[in-house]
T-cell receptor, first 113, second 115 residues
Framework: GAVVSQHPSRVICKSGTSVKIECRSLDFQATTMFWYRQFPKQSLMLMATSNEGSKATYEQGVEKDKFLINHASLTLSTLTVTSAHPEDSSFYIC?????????FGSGTRLTVV | QQQVKQSPQSLIVQKGGISIINCAYENTAFDYFPWYQQFPGKGPALLIAIRPDVSEKKEGRFTISFNKSAKQFSLHIMDSQPGDSATYFCAASKAGGTSYGKLTFGQGTILTVHP
């Protein structure tokens, strides 16, 4: 089946630095990638939708200058958390639609100290 | 109108019992209704999904029941096992062109199956 590879699985960074998270579709072309954030014991909240070759669409309340999304190819989308602060600590998950349904990455646990 | 409401928030079941989780939606344009299982520290994994042209779908121990008129759908886990202990999310989306748009998730149900 379809696989989305997400890296890194966990990262700890200092406050004020930037962190890049990568999602690759391994055996299919992901025209659209969805980025979610999940706080402990809560549901997945959609942050943005990225389309290959065009600007991402951000959900209301999500700062596009803080969460930079690049979808330069049909198999790679990246999320960069810029100038990270402790409140950005969360579980970030990407997802893409393949013919059989949505496939999710394994998630990235970001801890900002 | 984009909300999907899920209940219960948590569920405790004995091994071998039936686990039932319910979801309700408002947007009649939704036409894809999946259920996901998530273990701590992992991304969600698709369990089973249904489209509104059928009222029930069964895959192994997992069954989705779908009631289009009531705008409700539910997940039944038969012969629940301790390994089924996880968080379950219902979701919904609608087709857009040749693909599907964003998923709207329910709030999640923490299932605990006691041995």
């Amino acid at each position: 089946g379809a696989v989305v590879s997400q890296h890194p699985s966990r990262v700890i960074c200092k406050s004020g630095t930037s962190v890049k998270i990568e999602c690759r579709s391994l055996d299919f072309q992901a025209t659209t990638m969805f980025w979610y954030r999940q706080f402990p014991k809560q549901s997945l909240m959609l942050m943005a939708t990225s389309n290959e070759g065009s600007k991402a669409t951000y959900e209301q309340g999500v700062e596009k200058d803080k969460f930079l999304i690049n979808h330069a190819s049909l198999t790679l989308s990246t999320l960069t958390v810029t100038s990270a602060h402790p409140e950005d600590s969360s579980f970030y998950i990407c997802s893409a639609w393949d013919r059989g349904g949505y496939t999710f990455g394994s998630g990235t646990r970001l801890t900002v100290v | 109108q984009q909300q999907v409401k899920q209940s219960p928030q948590s569920l405790i079941v004995q091994k071998g019992g039936i686990s039932i989780i319910n979801c309700a939606y408002e947007n009649t344009a939704f036409d894809y209704f999946p259920w996901y299982q998530q273990f701590p520290g992992k991304g969600p994994a698709l369990l089973i999904a249904i489209r509104p042209d059928v009222s029930e779908k069964k895959e192994g121990r997992f069954t989705i029941s779908f009631n289009k008129s009531a705008k409700q759908f539910s997940l039944h886990i038969m012969d629940s096992q301790p390994g089924d202990s996880a968080t379950y999310f219902c979701a919904a989306s609608k087709a857009g062109g040749t693909s599907y748009g964003k998923l709207t998730f329910g709030q999640g149900t923490i299932l605990t199956v006691h041995p």
